[in-house]
């Protein structure tokens, strides 16, 4: 048995075949190629609305034997028997079957040995849009400009069902989101006025002309007269109708036996439903967790990385989630978002994609370093650098906070927009009072429907991504659980029955202009502390200290009272760097008030001495030309701002340009605007080696 699909079935009807179905479906047929022609053709009797006007122009004796062919499935009949088809006489049923052969909507099968006559069939897709027709046929006026438009989309096939959905402004997966959710997204699309007025306002002209007409006639029109009234011909009627069709704004139905178009009364005069009220902004009985916490953790965690990427003890590979997830395990321990040695999910990618907002990193050839601009970072307060990563993050164009999750995804969203919208809502709040979570972000949501845009996609992982509001207020929750946490804005606690809450903090108040600037209460009387078992308590932590005490120290608990521990290893790493005995011991010195116990100074000693090196300066040699003083150079380098030059006793002068080997630039400058037009010495070329 030959395969039933039409396109094959086109394919080998001879060139005078195919004219003739053309003619048949009132198709012009310009292709210079055969294949060219079959395939002008084949779409032609793929569109729903060419077999609309296809099944109008059938007798009742050829509209009975597609009836027969249509329930029968895929089995082809004998002429006999679809000739006798609803009681039809046999003649007129013959010719009812040779004139649907003739346009190519029936075909014949090979007949069996013995059989008198072949058994024709309906190509599959022919017997799928005529099956359609009559179903429309059947239903009547159910399915007529009364009903409700989530009635007709339930008529469609699932790829009509998606591609209308675009047309509203969604961003459809083909068979990700579920059929009734995204009957829900298009619904909701269609109440929004801005929506609609997009989606007419996009129309061609001949389809924009039938909408208009429609319209005029209170929404619903016989074809017959809407041809007649606009002059347009079969083919013009049906392209308006096709585009009109994918926009879900035209619907077709049969009444009393004529066709009608009409506009749904949901896309003509939609009635908005009611919304549900938002829940009040109740404070609610709760209290923090028992972790140790910081106002400006992010900050001091951000600090933690870089200071671990400039030692080369962290490895952080972009896309690489193996690799990072052993750097994670290591890293852990010394952030404040840990609990049991597990940072919260997505926090560390979150503070990284930050940071390299701020190109405080980059992504190396192997894996991502901090960059010179961590200098300066070290050198602002904990407040400052809070109030950078905030600004840094309400401004991302993507979704870094995001990475918290890995169950919803929301496109489509101008996330900037989003964020300050949360942000207004959040002044409402009060300083220090919690909120149940939930309730927060479903209010916020229902506050501002519009918060995600008129036009956003959204899947899930594991089911529907469900109604407007609940992506809303799912993307609230992640915005502020996800962002506004870590960032130290809000902080998470928990009622009595273990209901998340959420609370301004007073970083949070003073980030949204809501109090002035605060500053963390000061703890003892001195910065630190450093005890006889080389533990370092630290009372007053600043960026700086940190950053310092990160090059000599090893974190061992981070608390109200944070405490580090002087490690061989630790100290030797410092000296590695660039640092120094006296540096090390100034520092703690400084810091801790006073010197620190005898037997940790002999330590540090030994430590070092097991370290020396020779250490490497940069300086530039100045060699004054005869009949210059070298008063003079140094009279033009005061004048410059630079330090004075060490003498030589030869009479020339050394300066030095700084451990990180400063270029020479401004000592040019400094002896050309002196009249002392510098010129660099030639090295002298060494003499040539004798040969015995």
Not at 249 to 275: C, N, Q, T
Not at 330 to 353: E, K, N, Q, T
Not at 608 to 616: I, P, S, Y
Request: net charge neutral; glycine share 10%; charged share 25%.
């Amino acid at each position: 048995m030959r395969r039933r699909n039409l396109l094959g079935r086109l394919r080998e009807r001879s060139p005078a075949d195919l004219l003739r179905i053309a003619a048949c479906w009132e198709v012009a047929l310009d292709g210079r190629e055969h294949a060219d022609r079959v395939g002008q053709l084949y779409r032609a009797m793929r569109d729903h609305w060419a077999v609309r006007d296809r099944a109008e122009a059938l007798g009742a004796a050829e509209w009975a034997v597609v009836e027969a062919l249509v329930a029968g499935g895929e089995e082809a009949r004998p002429v006999a028997d679809l000739a006798a088809a609803r009681g039809r006489e046999a003649e007129e049923g013959v010719a009812a079957v040779d004139a649907l052969a003739g346009c190519g909507i029936l075909y014949a099968e090979e007949a069996p040995p013995g059989a008198d006559a072949p058994a024709y069939f309906l190509a599959r897709e022919l017997a799928t849009l005529f099956g359609r027709v009559q179903e429309e046929r059947l239903l009547g006026g159910a399915l007529g400009p009364d009903a409700p438009l989530r009635a007709l989309l339930s008529t469609l096939e699932g790829g009509e069902l998606e591609e209308g959905a675009r047309e509203w402004g969604l961003r459809v997966t083909p068979g990700v989101l579920a059929r009734e959710a995204l009957t829900d997204e298009i619904l909701a699309r269609v109440d929004l006025p801005e929506q609609r007025r997009a989606t007419v306002g996009g129309l061609p002209e001949g389809a924009e002309r039938v909408f208009a007409a429609i319209r005029e006639a209170g929404g619903a029109m016989p074809l017959a007269a809407l041809r007649e009234r606009l002059g347009l011909d079969a083919a013009a009627i049906r392209a308006a109708g096709r585009a009109l069709g994918e926009r879900l704004l035209v619907w077709h139905a049969y009444l009393d036996g004529a066709r009608v178009l009409f506009i749904p009364r949901d896309v003509l005069a939609p009635k908005r439903p009611a919304r549900d009220a938002p829940p009040p902004l109740t404070p609610v009985e709760a209290a923090p967790d028992e972790r140790p916490y910081h106002p400006c953790a992010a900050a001091w965690d951000l600090l933690t990385i870089l200071r671990r990427l400039t030692q080369g003890l962290l490895e952080w590979r972009e896309g690489d989630e193996e690799r990072n997830a052993t750097a994670l395990r290591r890293l852990a321990p010394l952030l404040w978002a840990s609990a049991d040695g597990v940072p919260r999910p997505g926090y560390v990618p979150f503070l990284i994609h930050l940071a390299r907002d701020e190109g405080l990193i980059r992504a190396g050839e192997e894996a991502f370093e901090a960059t010179g601009a961590v200098e300066a970072w070290r050198d602002r307060t904990f407040n400052e650098q809070s109030r950078v990563l905030f600004n840094r993050w309400r401004g991302a164009r993507d979704w870094p906070e995001g990475l918290s999750q890995d169950d919803l995804q929301i496109l489509g969203v101008d996330w900037p927009a989003m964020r300050q919208v949360v942000l207004e809502e959040l002044r409402a709040c009060r300083v220090g009072t919690w909120y149940d979570a939930a309730a927060l972000a479903l209010r916020i949501a229902r506050q501002r429907p519009t918060l995600l845009g008129g036009s956003f996609s959204a899947a899930r992982a594991a089911g529907p991504a469900g109604t407007r509001d609940e992506v809303s207020a799912a993307a609230i929750g992640i915005a502020l659980h996800g962002g506004l946490v870590p960032l130290g804005a809000l902080r998470e606690g928990a009622d009595a029955r273990g209901r998340p809450a959420l609370a301004l903090t007073d970083l949070g108040g003073w980030l949204l202009g809501l109090r002035r600037e605060f500053a963390p209460p000061a703890r003892g009387d001195r910065a630190l502390a450093v005890g006889a078992g080389f533990e370092v308590l630290l009372f007053r932590p600043t960026p700086r200290r940190l950053w310092a005490l990160g090059a000599i120290a090893e974190p061992a608990r981070l608390d109200t009272v944070s405490a580090y521990r002087l490690t061989a290893a630790a100290v030797r790493r410092g000296i590695a760097a660039g640092l120094t005995l006296d540096q090390i011991t100034t520092f703690l010195e400084r810091a801790g008030g006073g010197p620190p116990p005898q037997n940790v100074a002999f330590t540090l000693r030994e430590w070092a001495r097991e370290h020396a090196g020779v250490r490497l300066a940069r300086a530039l040699i100045l060699h004054p030309d005869d009949g210059v003083a070298p008063e003079r150079v140094q009279a033009a380098l005061a004048r410059a701002g630079l330090p004075p030059a060490e003498p030589l006793p030869d009479g020339r002068l050394l300066l030095p340009l700084g451990a990180a080997g400063d270029a020479p630039d401004p000592v040019l400058e400094a002896l050309r605007a002196a009249g002392l037009p510098p010129h660099w010495a030639r090295e002298p070329r060494p003499s040539p080696a004798r040969v015995p």
